[in-house]
């Protein structure tokens, strides 16, 4: 039983973890906002699902190595849910005094919600043509055809002139007393005419064994545009990477959870900060034998400086001169 009842734990824990929870820190709130935690965590971990198969089918269109599919599914998968991650860390909570008020829609954290959107959208792609790829097949087969046609029929506008112009040479001859060069001369026109023939043929096999063969990913996407459902694919795949972000942001900075890490960071701060100051009097007394050495510091709240002190008041001479006065006696 109790196996299971910390597998259960590791779980839940793991978890919330994820979206950089410190579980300490959130047990002694008393799971303050827990359920919130708890689903942003969850829809991560389905971003991760989404984003691996997302990319492995874009590389599965790409290639015809499904090793090389899944190592390269898993680095980018990785890649993207990491910048992921990070990005919806970054969202700052702290409250910050009048001076520097804080608000989400600043331009930090549109920056970072531009890009997670990108990130998202490019993950859609592979998606909506996943999703569309019966009706995208038909879509690319017509545009195979005609890609092939337009090439076929540039190709030969390349070699018409050529071929009218050994045409005439021919007709030409063909008027003339026949004789050995005459006709020596004609088959030459002939093999020339069948030399040029074999090679737009050959290029339109090539051409066309090579449209045969292409995915055309970037195709896919841009026909699979035309389909009103799809553009509903990629708002909701938006939408489930913008969740775990409002739903973190929505607890407030004032919570159970976050008034006890900003005091357990505040704490970790304030000591490696002491420790930062010991040090340093320690070298200035091994180095130069100073000791007791007092650190000006232009803000009251170091090392966080968000609050300056008030600058000297300068005194007119005459004040000086009266401050003097009465300092000597007078």
């Known amino acids: 039983m109790a196996k299971q009842r910390y597998a259960r734990f590791w779980s839940r824990r793991?978890?919330?973890?994820?979206?950089?929870?410190?579980?300490?820190?959130?047990?002694?709130?008393?799971?303050d906002n827990f359920f919130k935690f708890l689903i942003a965590g969850s829809l991560v971990i389905g971003i991760l699902i989404i984003s691996f198969c997302s990319v492995f089918y874009a590389f599965d269109l790409m290639f015809d190595?499904?090793?090389?599919?899944?190592?390269?599914?898993?680095?980018?998968?990785?890649?993207?849910?990491?910048?992921y991650i990070f990005l919806i860390q970054t969202f700052s909570k702290e409250i910050f005094p009048t001076a520097y008020k804080f608000k989400f829609f600043n331009l930090s954290n549109l920056s970072r919600i531009g890009f997670v959107?990108?990130?998202?959208?490019?993950i859609a792609q592979p998606i909506k043509i996943f999703l569309y790829r019966h009706q995208?097949?038909?879509?690319?087969?017509?545009?195979?055809?005609?890609?092939?046609?337009e090439f076929s029929r540039e190709n030969s506008s390349l070699y018409s002139s050529d071929i009218i112009k050994l045409r005439n040479e021919k007709n030409n001859y063909l008027s003339?007393?026949?004789?050995?060069?005459?006709?020596?001369?004609?088959?030459?026109?002939?093999?020339?005419?069948?030399k040029i023939n074999h090679?737009?043929?050959?290029?339109?096999?090539?051409?066309?064994?090579?449209?045969?063969?292409?995915?055309?990913?970037?195709?896919?996407i841009e026909l699979?545009?035309?389909?009103?459902?799809?553009?509903?694919?990629?708002?909701?795949?938006?939408?489930?990477?913008?969740?775990?972000?409002?739903?973190?942001y929505s607890i407030s900075g004032t919570s159970e959870y976050y008034k006890l890490k900003k005091d357990n960071d505040k704490k970790l701060v304030l000591s490696e900060y002491f420790l930062f100051k010991q040090k340093y009097a320690q070298l200035f007394k091994k180095g130069y034998g100073i000791a007791d050495i007092n650190f000006y510091e232009p803000f009251s709240d170091p090392p966080f400086n968000t609050r300056k002190k008030t600058e000297p008041e300068y005194l007119k001479q005459e004040d000086f001169f009266n401050n003097l006065l009465s300092n000597e006696g007078f």
């Open 14 to 31: 793991s978890i919330v973890s994820l979206i950089g929870i410190d579980y300490p820190i959130l047990e002694k709130s008393e799971l």
């Open 65 to 83: 190595m499904w090793h090389a599919e899944i190592l390269l599914s898993s680095f980018f998968s990785l890649m993207f849910f990491t910048i």
């Open 117 to 122: 959107l990108m990130i998202g959208f490019l």
């Open 136 to 149: 995208l097949s038909i879509d690319l087969q017509q545009y195979k055809r005609k890609l092939y046609q």
């Open 176 to 194: 003339m007393a026949k004789s050995k060069t005459l006709d020596s001369e004609i088959d030459k026109i002939d093999a020339a005419i069948f």
């Open 199 to 220: 090679q737009i043929n050959l290029a339109n096999i090539l051409a066309n064994e090579k449209i045969s063969n292409s995915n055309f990913f970037i195709k896919r």
């Open 224 to 248: 699979a545009n035309k389909y009103p459902g799809t553009t509903l694919i990629v708002i909701s795949i938006l939408a489930l990477f913008f969740t775990p972000i409002l739903l973190i």
